[in-house]
Every structure is written in structure tokens, then in C-alpha cells.
């Protein structure tokens, strides 16, 4: 089957998951394999007992199917048995727009945390802030929930509502939100502009398909504008696809330069690196904002950019989240089922690895969530003129981006130095 790369998150890709579809084929058995045979009598007789003496009568398909999720989500979070269902969703998630309330989680501390909210969606619009705990969904708590449940529970049809309780980062009380599902599609380039002085400024919301193409896009006519010097805005930007990624840092740098690397056991996963293909964009000053709503393949580019010395971090810690996942269709059965397995981590060029760490920025400017929160929303008036009313325009006229600011007084500096 022909394989494709899938970020796997709540209602958005979350991730750099890059995922290869793979045929299940059975490895070869040998003495070292007898302790399995003697480990795998007890799950049969642990099934047959069940299936006897359990007050409700359950399948065999039921129960086997639950010592597979079992098994599989006692690895890590993302590694999961995929029925049909989940393979259709898994296929789905490809496509870029779904529908659901427009957030990117993950399991942080054995808790649902939400990752980063997506602009101008429902969950946005109603405060979700990266790093919230959602401690339960219409009132059955998430402890101990799969990202594949949470998923479940989160989609529905456009127009029906979804409660969750959330407790924010550093708050004290629990908030109850009554979120409303919508169709969810985003814009991957967003806020190309001059800032003056020649920094230009760009952001990047999530890595899809036509990402690069229009990042690309944007740079030239920010060119054509005279621009000397580039923010990128990877902060709140979740993941996506690694073929994105590694075009996008191809963008800045070099041609043979290494973007990442892969570590894993397999001889598939083993130390496979990933090159740029150098980019015309290669030579002017460069600063990259990050903040712990960056994920995955935004930490793929920010780490190379940082560790090739191309340009500097400026924001906060980034998420820590960059794993692949390889997905194996199951022989046996219809075949219609399949196992996504977490089978290497990727590692920046200088072989740091990015999974549970992150990115650690050049200069650290944190932001707390209410003024995180008024910077986006001033972003948004910024990025979208006409979409708001004009009172609410004038109560965020007078927000400034600390982080944002930093990085254009340090770009105009060094234009300044130059001359």
C-alpha cells in the first residue's frame, strides 16, 4: 500500500507523526520467541475464563480486540489497534478540514492537555489556551482516556455542542465551556506584512500539503516589498506533515544541510536523516518565535534553523512532541484492521532529541496565558481587519507583543549593524 504521512491529534493533525502504511508480516519465531508462547498461555486462559464466568457475555472479537488496545496504549499515547472505524478516521484527519471544535491535544502526565487551540474556531473563541488540563467531556472524567477515545467523544456533527471542564495553567478553579461544533478549516500562511524597516514578518498555523508552496509565495512578495530580514511565527503551531517541515527549513538553509534525523530500533527507523534541499532564502537575518503551542514539525524547523546558527529562537519551551508512528495493516482478519506503533524519534541536526524535551529558545520571553490570550486576539484584529467590530478593535489597540517586539528590535538592529 502506498504510504503517506499523518500528524494524529484531537480534531487537527498534532503532530509530526510520520506515518508509513506498511504489510503486516509476521517475524520469523526462534527459541528466544519460547517465553512468548509460555506468556501468551496465560492470555489464552485469561480469555477462556472470561468468556466463561464474566457476568456479561462478551465475544471473543470483543475481547481479543480489548487486550490489543490494552497492550498497545500501555506503550505511550500515540500507539493504538486501529478497527475499521479508526482507519477511516485516521484517513480522514489527511484531508485538512473536519468537524469538531478546532484543538490539537496530547496526554502530558497521564492527563489530557491540550496542545494549542486553533484560530478562529470554536474552541478558540471560547479560551482554550495551550497547556489547559480538560479534565472531563459532558461530565465523564479523562482520566485514564486514549487520544483515540478523546477523539470519539470530541467530533460530532456541525452545530451540537460539546461540554468540557478544563482547569488553565496556574489557575485554581475549574471552568466549565459549552463549545459548539463547527466544520474546521485552516489557513496554513497567515499575516505576511512588513513591520517596517525592512523585517518582514510571516506565521505559519500548521504544516499541510500547500503550506510551503505558499510560505514561499509570501516571502517573494515580501521581497518584492523590500524586505531585509524575517520573523517566522511558529508559536500555537501544532504539527503536520514531515515532507512540510523539511521543505519549509529547506527554505533557510543550505542544500546538504541535515534538517533531522530519525532514531529507532528497526533497520527502517534506524538513523534515516532527512536533507535539505536548499532554498533561496538562505542568507538574510532570521528570528523564529516558538512558545509551548509549538509542536512537532514547528520544532523540526526551529531546531534546524537553531542548530545550523541560520537564525535565532525567541518565545518560550516549545511542546515536546515528535515521534513516528508507522501504521501495519493486520494479515490476519478481513484486513481491514491495522496497529500504529511509535517506532523512532527524531532528533535536530546536533542530534538533540525532540520528544518529552523540546526546544529550548535562544532568548526565553515568557508570556502568561491572559497576556498570551490578548496578543492573540490583537493578532487576529491585525490579520483580519474586517471581521470584528470596531469596539472590540479599539480595547486591543493598545496591546504589545513582547516576543514579536523583541524579535523586531533585534532583526532592525543587525540591519542597522550591517549598513
Known amino acids: 500500500m502506498k ?11 498534532a503532530g509530526i507523526l510520520q506515518v508509513r502504511v506498511l504489510a503486516g508480516d509476521v517475524p520469523a519465531l526462534g527459541v528466544e520467541h519460547e517465553d512468548a508462547f509460555r506468556q501468551m498461555e496465560l492470555l489464552a486462559e485469561v480469555l477462556l475464563q472470561v468468556r466463561r464466568n464474566y457476568v456479561d457475555m462478551r465475544s471473543y472479537e470483543e475481547l481479543l480486540q480489548g487486550a490489543i488496545q490494552g497492550m498497545l496504549g500501555g506503550l505511550d499515547p500515540h500507539s493504538a489497534f486501529l478497527d475499521e472505524e479508526a482507519y477511516e478516521h485516521l484517513m480522514e484527519e489527511t484531508t485538512g478540514a473536519y468537524g469538531g471544535i478546532g484543538i490539537q491535544i496530547g496526554i502530558r502526565d497521564n492527563t489530557l492537555t491540550v ?5 478562529d474556531t470554536p474552541a478558540f473563541r471560547a479560551g482554550v489556551q495551550s497547556g489547559d488540563r480538560i479534565l472531563a467531556i459532558n461530565g465523564e472524567s479523562t482520566s485514564g482516556i486514549s487520544l483515540r477515545e478523546a477523539v470519539r467523544l470530541l467530533r460530532g456533527q456541525k452545530g451540537a455542542s460539546v461540554r468540557l471542564t478544563v482547569m488553565g495553567r496556574g489557575a485554581s478553579e475549574e471552568q466549565e465551556l459549552e463549545i ?14 512588513l513591520l517596517g524597516d525592512g523585517v518582514g514578518y510571516v506565521r505559519i498555523t500548521q504544516f499541510d500539503t500547500p503550506s510551503t508552496r505558499k510560505l514561499r509565495a509570501a516571502l517573494e512578495a515580501l521581497e518584492e516589498q523590500g524586505m531585509q530580514a524575517l520573523i517566522l511565527d511558529l508559536r500555537g503551531n501544532p504539527g503536520g506533515l514531515l515532507q512540510q517541515a523539511i521543505e519549509t527549513a529547506s527554505l533557510f538553509l543550505e542544500e546538504g544541510l541535515t534538517v533531522v534525523s530519525t532514531r529507532g530500533r528497526s533497520d527502517a527507523s534506524r538513523d534515516a536523516a532527512f536533507v535539505s534541499r536548499g532554498g533561496r532564502f538562505d542568507a538574510f537575518p532570521l528570528v523564529v518565535l516558538v512558545n509551548g503551542g509549538s509542536a512537532s514539525a514547528s520544532e523540526i524547523v526551529a531546531g534546524a534553523i537553531q542548530d545550523h546558527g541560520r537564525g535565532i529562537v525567541i518565545g518560550e519551551n516549545t511542546y515536546g512532541k515528535a515521534s513516528v508512528q508507522t501504521v501495519i495493516q493486520m494479515a490476519a482478519g478481513d484486513g481491514a484492521s491495522a496497529i500504529r506503533l511509535t517506532t523512532a524519534y527524531y532528533h535536530t541536526p546536533l542530534d538533540r532529541q525532540i520528544h518529552e524535551k523540546g526546544i529550548s529558545p535562544d532568548i526565553a520571553i515568557p508570556l502568561p496565558r491572559e497576556e498570551w490570550r490578548r496578543v ?19 480595547d486591543y489597540a493598545d496591546v504589545v507583543d513582547r516576543q514579536l517586539q523583541r524579535a523586531q528590535d533585534l532583526l532592525e538592529a543587525l540591519l542597522i549593524f550591517g549598513k
Open 3 to 13: 504510504g503517506f504521512r499523518y500528524g494524529f491529534g484531537v480534531l487537527a493533525i
Open 115 to 119: 496542545i494549542a487551540p486553533i484560530e
Open 180 to 193: 459548539v461544533r463547527d466544520r474546521i478549516e485552516v489557513a496554513s500562511v497567515k499575516g505576511a506584512r
Open 376 to 394: 492573540q486576539v490583537r493578532r487576529a484584529h491585525l490579520e483580519s481587519p474586517g471581521n470584528y467590530p470596531d469596539d472590540e478593535v479599539a
